[in-house]
C-alpha cells in the first residue's frame, strides 16, 4: 500500500543544536516534495520544495535532503531556535496521473531555550 | 496585503443544520482547495477547484458541497448529512491546479453541539 510517514514522536532539542525531522513514503513515485511549517490551531506554511532530481536544498537555516533510493527526505534546522518549535508536515506530489498533494502527518518539534 | 481569509475562526453547528464556511483570497490564484485536518490523521483533500465554475470531489467530499462562482471566493457548505463533522478546516489556493506551492488560510474549527 502507499505510506507517506514522518516520526510520530515528538522531537525535543536544545536551542542551538540542529533539528533533523524525516520523511518516508512507500509505492510512491514523487515529482517532489515540500515541507510546511503548522503552527497550533493556524494553516500549514510553505517553507521548502525539493524535486526528484535534487539532492538538496537550502534556505537559510533550513536544508532539505532527498534520497529517492531509500524513499527518504531529512529537514533539518540548524541553530534552532525556541521559534522554531511548531508541527512540520512533510507533503509529495506523486508523478503520474493522479497528482495531488500527499500529506504525512507531521512531526512536532520543541526546542528548550 | 495578500493572502487568504477565512470565517469564522470557530462555528458551532447544532445537529441536522447545514453550515457554511467563508475562504476568500486575493492573490489572483485559479486554483482553490479545502482540507480536513482531524488528531492522528493527515490533511484530508475535500473539494477542489481548478477554475471558476468548476471543481472537483476530493477524496472525502461524501456530506460537503462547494461553489465557485468568483475567482476569488470559495465556500464550503457541510450539510446535515456529514455525520462526523466536528473538526479544523483548511482553505488553501495556488497559482494553478498542479503548481507546487499551496497558499493556507488561518482555518475554521468547527464543532457540532
Known amino acids: 500500500s502507499q505510506k507517506i510517514e514522518q516520526n510520530s514522536e515528538a522531537l525535543n532539542i536544545q536551542e542551538g543544536k540542529t533539528a533533523t525531522l524525516t520523511c518516508n513514503y512507500t509505492?510512491?513515485?514523487?515529482?517532489?516534495l515540500q515541507w510546511y511549517r503548522q503552527d497550533p490551531g493556524r494553516g500549514p506554511v510553505f517553507l521548502l520544495l525539493i524535486r526528484e532530481n535534487e539532492k538538496e536544498k537550502r534556505k537559510e537555516r533550513l536544508k532539505v535532503t532527498f534520497d529517492t533510493t531509500l524513499k527518504q527526505s531529512l529537514f533539518h534546522i540548524t541553530a534552532s531556535q525556541p521559534a522554531d518549535s511548531a508541527t512540520y508536515l512533510c507533503a509529495l506530489r506523486n508523478a503520474g496521473n493522479n497528482r495531488k498533494l500527499i500529506w504525512g502527518l507531521g512531526t512536532s518539534l520543541a526546542v528548550n531555550p | 496585503d495578500g493572502g487568504i481569509t477565512q470565517s469564522p475562526k470557530y462555528l458551532f453547528r447544532k445537529e441536522g443544520q447545514n453550515v457554511t464556511l467563508s475562504c476568500e483570497q486575493n492573490l489572483n490564484h485559479d486554483a482553490m482547495y479545502w482540507y480536513r485536518q482531524d488528531p492522528g490523521q493527515g490533511l484530508r483533500l475535500i473539494y477542489y477547484?481548478?477554475?471558476?465554475?468548476?471543481?472537483q470531489k476530493g477524496d472525502i467530499a461524501e456530506g460537503y458541497s462547494v461553489s465557485r462562482e468568483k475567482k476569488e471566493s470559495f465556500p464550503l457548505t457541510v450539510t446535515s448529512a456529514q455525520k462526523n463533522p466536528t473538526a479544523f478546516y483548511l482553505c488553501?489556493?495556488?497559482?494553478?491546479?498542479?503548481?507546487?506551492?499551496?497558499?493556507f488560510g488561518p482555518g475554521t474549527r468547527l464543532l457540532v453541539l
Open positions: 488553501a489556493s495556488s497559482i494553478r491546479v498542479y503548481q507546487e506551492t499551496q497558499y
Open positions: 477547484s481548478q477554475i471558476v465554475n468548476d471543481f
Open positions: 509505492n510512491y513515485s514523487p515529482a517532489y
